[in-house]
């Protein structure tokens, strides 16, 4: 995920690539942005190379290369929380946006991309876990083993979709949940393409 100030450095960086053929000097980004020293754009730098976003190339001058010259930055939505526990209705309301490169969250480029807040310990078995955003394309098919955005018999939830003998139910990655057989309706609202974890307080201070 970027923050606003980092998805700025980053956009600029790419408009003088695309269209001087140049990366622009830390001096310049300073200057463009009117940072007190380059101290706060080395910060910058060293957070989109960690995120994945730039690639700094020792013994280089202007050595700040953007991760793919097709690299399009989205904002996906955040649609509250969906629960990944027992079915449960999820709020359809917008809490905030994540921002990706496109190519990095394995959707279609024409695909409608939304995200969801994980809620539970139900997919623990396929790495998914409480707090976590799923990033999801809106679509009303899936494939059997596919990890799907569902709504069953009016309940929305995050399972693995699977057929068996011609009949689709929910599967759980967790084997103290039960599979979720449709009594009525079992509807797909979006397939998982990819996973965002926000690093924790712990772990970021002991890196």
Do not use: C, W
């Amino acid at each position: 995920m970027l923050t606003p100030g980092q998805k700025k450095v980053l956009h600029f960086i790419q408009t003088e690539q695309q269209a001087t053929g140049l990366t622009p000097s830390t001096r310049e980004i300073q200057e463009h942005f009117g940072f007190a020293s380059q101290t706060s754009v080395m910060q910058y730098l060293a957070a989109l190379e960690r995120k994945g976003f730039l690639q700094r190339h020792a013994r280089k001058a202007r050595a700040l290369v953007t991760s793919g010259t097709r690299m399009r930055v989205v904002d996906i939505p955040i649609y509250g929380q969906i629960p990944a526990g027992m079915s449960t209705l999820a709020e359809e309301n917008i809490e905030g946006h994540v921002t990706l490169d496109l190519d990095s969250i394995n959707a279609s480029r024409t695909a409608r991309t939304f995200a969801l807040r994980v809620r539970g310990d139900s997919m623990i078995g396929a790495h998914i876990l409480d707090g976590d955003v799923v990033i999801l394309e809106d679509r009303q098919t899936a494939k059997s083993g596919d990890i799907v955005a569902a709504l069953i018999d009016g309940e929305t939830t995050l399972k693995r979709y699977v057929t068996e003998r011609g009949r689709p139910f929910l599967k759980a990655e967790n084997p103290r949940f039960p599979n979720l057989v449709p009594a009525q309706e079992l509807r797909i609202q979006g397939v998982m393409t990819s996973l965002v974890r926000k690093q924790s307080t712990a772990a970021r201070s002991s890196a």
